[in-house]
T-cell receptor, first 111, second 112 residues
Framework: DTAVSQTPKYLVTQMGNDKSIKCEQN?????MYWYKQDSKKFLKIMFS???????INETVPNRFSPKSPDKAHLNLHINSLELGDSAVYFC??????????FGPGTRLTVL | QKEVEQDPGPLSVPEGAIVSLNCTYS??????FMWYRQYSRKGPELLMY????GNKEDGRFTAQVDKSSKYISLFIRDSQPSDSATYLC????????????FGTGTQLKVEL
């Protein structure tokens, strides 16, 4: 009965590789988000989708490409991974765009 | 200067203490003010929210917003070891995609 789920939970990869993180929510929310949390716990929005349409695209390198196949799913694909991409990536969903329900996070380590 | 500033801590208190966590912000247009709690290796979860200025109480937790000073606080009474977590303040401008802006979080440890 998980509300917002993400896979994988941990991802360790080499610099230059391409990887994807998947997110699914079963709350029936229209809006989904990707957030990045750095090593100092600072949480910053990356993207937001409302019913499969991109509505927020923060200053994020083009190597990051979100994709929403339907309103319950939001995936994040990262090309040519760099050391600085190491962080915890959180998916979230919201019914109103105000209160966020976060997933458990994907801890990405780039070696 | 970040839009939302928060003391990073860590803050260590004995069980039963009253804890005060604070954030200041620069954008007077923020409308909703929230506190999220994040346990180690977990996602943040919404703890409390207030709209505009004022106080809100929920059990041992009280959220306070002073828009004139651009200052928000979270008070925890009778703190418990289970309150040990990182507390993140967050605030939002509604409209234009509703971007939630977080503080950097305060790490709290409540010791027996």
């Amino acid at each position: 009965d998980t509300a917002v789920s993400q896979t994988p939970k941990y991802l360790v990869t080499q610099m230059g590789n391409d990887k994807s993180i998947k997110c699914e929510q079963n709350l029936g929310h229209d809006t989904m988000y990707w957030y990045k949390q750095d090593s100092k716990k600072f949480l910053k929005i990356m993207f937001s989708y409302n019913n499969k349409e991109l509505i927020i695209n923060e200053t994020v390198p083009n190597r990051f490409s979100p994709k929403s196949p339907d309103k319950a799913h939001l995936n994040l694909h990262i090309n040519s991974l760099e050391l600085g991409d190491s962080a915890v990536y959180f998916c979230a969903s919201s019914p109103t765009g105000i209160f966020m329900f976060f997933g458990p996070g994907t801890r990405l380590t780039v070696l | 200067q970040k839009e939302v500033e928060q003391d990073p801590g860590p803050l260590s208190v004995p069980e039963g203490a009253i804890v005060s966590l604070n954030c200041t912000y620069s954008n007077s247009a923020f409308q909703y003010f929230m506190w999220y709690r994040q346990y180690s290796r977990k996602g943040p979860e919404l703890l409390m929210y207030t709209y505009s200025s004022g106080n809100k109480e929920d059990g041992r937790f009280t959220a306070q917003v002073d828009k004139s000073s651009k200052y928000i606080s979270l008070f925890i009474r009778d703190s418990q070891p289970s309150d040990s977590a990182t507390y993140l303040c967050a605030m939002i401008l509604t409209g234009g995609g509703n971007k939630l802006t977080f503080g950097t979080g305060t790490q709290l440890k409540v010791e027996l």
